[in-house]
């Protein structure tokens, strides 16, 4: 298979879809690889070491997408490069279509056939390609939330970890999954007093015996609002895969939340779980809603570009080589968690959550298409 790799063109997005390693193992099981010039250079791969691997380096990224049979990504497409689709191309990388409609018909209209990393479920429930991106901006959103709590940045003026005498900055965090867990151990490390809330009592009990320290509520309006109102740094983290998120952190609680607290809502790539949430970038991150700082960078892993490429392209190795290997069809065929991978094919939308996101819209249970 002709497989290629092009620059992340999303804003301060520095992370690539293909390491020179992999890119050397693609190499040697006989498929082409193309790479964008310049494409891995914000995570550190120069393009020598693409050359050493065995890459063809091509000036343009529509050079590469004419190219290949497979994109692998990292970011959703933008619509400058939505004209760059054609017809059976796989287009392998977070797509998030549940908060961009636009991108959906775009790649409908093309018939591509969009491989999204975001909803491959494995039979235990497991999303794989999700998890390594959802522990760095956990452990990022109490990075970042302790900077904007800080006075110069219009926070609070609080550390979270205190001082003898002083207390503690209070730390809620929405949503005991990877990104709450992840969030939970970097700000008990920090030495925050934290309070983790969520619907699943047998989750609440898992993250007590695992911290000790930590502080847990079952989530509901009533106790959600409480916790607010004493929070330094609140963290976003709910998630229901493929979906638009739900909207837990209200616009009515932020009258009765500290000035100054932050808001991190890690959901937004999947609309956000505030109803005062907009996505933003990591040019311009936050902005004030009643005086609660909000920070809804919608790629917040492309911070550590370094960190988070190796990561993810170790979770997403296997199974693109699967697809190279035998074509996507036939890889479904050989490994059924692919399935839940796809989100469009062939003109027609293969992802229930995601049709279920918007009016209009059928859903196509991709077992019947081959």
């Known amino acids: 298979m002709r497989v ?45 070491e693409y050359e050493a691997a065995s890459a063809t380096l091509l000036d343009d990224p529509k050079a590469v997408y004419d190219a290949v049979d497979m994109m692998i990504k990292v970011k959703e497409p933008l619509p400058v490069e939505y004209g760059y689709f054609h017809e059976g191309m796989i287009m392998y990388t977070y797509l998030h279509l549940a908060a961009d409609k636009e991108q959906m018909d775009a790649l409908l209209k093309a018939k ?17 390609l999700l998890i390594p991106m ?3 901006a956990g452990r990022l959103s109490i990075q970042e939330g302790a900077k904007y709590l800080e006075k110069t940045y219009g926070g609070e003026g609080i ?13 809620v965090i929405l949503g005991g999954g990877t990104v709450g867990t992840n969030a939970c151990r970097i700000a008990l490390g920090m030495g925050a007093d934290v309070t983790v809330i969520d619907i699943s009592l ?23 609002e409480r916790a607010l109102a004493m929070a330094d740094l609140v ?66 892993p492309g911070a550590v ?10 979770a997403t190795l296997g199974y693109g080589l699967l697809i190279a290997r035998h074509g996507l069809e036939e890889a479904c065929h050989r490994n059924n968690a692919l399935y839940s991978a796809i989100n469009t094919y062939d003109g027609k939308l293969t992802c229930r959550n995601v049709a279920d996101s918007f009016e209009g819209y059928e859903y196509t249970d991709p077992r019947t298409l081959f």
């Open 159 to 171: 550390l979270l970890a205190g001082v003898p005498g002083a207390p503690k900055g209070k730390v």
């Open 305 to 314: 570009p370094r960190t988070s490429t190796i990561a993810l392209t170790n």
């Open 134 to 136: 959802s522990q760095i």
């Open 202 to 224: 047998k989750r609440l009990e898992e993250l007590e015996i695992m911290f000790p320290a930590v502080h847990t509520l079952v989530s509901n309006d009533a106790n959600i």
């Open 4 to 48: 290629g790799c092009v620059k992340e063109i999303k804003d301060n997005e520095f992370r690539v879809g293909l390491t020179p390693d992999h890119a050397r193992i693609y190499a040697q099981e006989g498929h082409m690889v193309f790479v964008e010039k310049g494409a891995g250079v914000g995570s550190g791969f120069m393009d020598e």
């Open 112 to 128: 591509v056939k969009g491989v999204a990393y975001e909803t491959l479920m494995e039979k235990d429930g497991s999303l794989p």
């Open 235 to 300: 963290v976003g983290s709910v998630l229901i895969p493929s979906k638009s998120a739900p909207k837990l952190f209200k616009r009515s609680y932020l009258s009765k939340m500290k000035q100054g607290a932050v808001f991190v809502d890690v959901a937004i790539d999947q609309g956000g779980c505030g109803e005062t949430s907009h996505v933003t970038t990591h040019a311009d991150p936050v902005y004030k809603v009643d005086g609660i700082i909000h920070y809804c960078v919608g790629n917040m």
